[in-house]
């Protein structure tokens, strides 16, 4: 076993799952975010995994696929903003109500937040458990030469 | 002779299961990095159905008929490794969608199978280093 490839593959979840959190924590954050550089109200952002490493997706039974599957973990392809509409609600003395006295809110629904927040941690603690299983694998391999 | 001290069946079926278990948990790895990833499919290792297949040949005589291929695309005919010979096979489950985004890896299922093929692991080089033990003593010839 190649402890190293193991661990790199881990730990790219790991800096994944990591971003992915960040991301969370930050459209809660601008829950309430009115005010943007580009103008208008918050927009929720979304982390987009791909995996890492060629995928050998259809095989004949029995026959070597070539190159040999070689997986390198997942990384982070992009940022996605959510195109879904923003919340409006009516509060005519806000700053920035429009004319009809509306303000458009973030589209962050702070549930889906928190369910993504739990998922993502998960995942996490999935991964540091493959990290101390490669590692007590390792030990235990270095084990054979001692008396 | 003492090339076959450390070159003998056990030791090479040994040597291969200890590589594919650990090419196992780099699969599993694989599959634990992306539960979160669309259109994901699961790999996993063959070994032990490989491994039985090429014993049971052995057992039964019946690796005699042989296909030749002369071609990397021919099908394989009567091809059994020996015992010695079988190695790990990394294979894509594709068959199966766990959740709408098509990804498949079940994130429990995948755990059982970490600490499974972590207990395996642990096994197996218990056992390479029984087999050193052996080897030691007669080495030592039963002295300790």
Known sequence: MNLARSMAISGSALTAERLRLDIIANNLANANTTRTPEGGPYRRQMAVFAPRGEQVQFMYPGIEPKPPFRGQGVRVVGIAQDKSPFKRVYDPGHPDADAAGYVSLPNVNVVTEMVDMMAATRAYEANVAAVTAARTMAERALDIGRA | ?144
Do not use: W
């Open chain 2, 1 to 144: 002779m003492i090339e076959r001290m450390f070159s003998g069946d056990t030791q090479r079926v040994l040597e291969n299961a200890m590589r594919a278990s650990g090419l196992a948990h780099e699969v599993i790895a694989h599959n634990l990095a992306n539960v979160d990833t669309p259109g994901y499919k699961r790999s996993e290792v063959l070994f032990q159905d490989k491994l039985a297949a090429a014993l049971a040949a052995v057992q039964d005589g019946d690796d005699q008929l042989k296909g030749t291929r002369t071609n990397a695309r021919h099908l394989p005919i009567g091809d059994i490794p020996l015992p010695g010979d079988v190695t790990g096979e990394t294979v894509v489950r594709a068959e199966t969608s766990l959740r709408a985004d098509g990804n498949n890896v079940d994130l429990d299922a995948e755990m059982v199978k970490l600490s499974e093929n972590t207990m395996l692991y642990q096994a197996l080089a218990q056992l390479v280093k029984m087999k050193m033990t052996q080897l030691r003593s007669a080495i030592s010839e039963g002295r300790r």
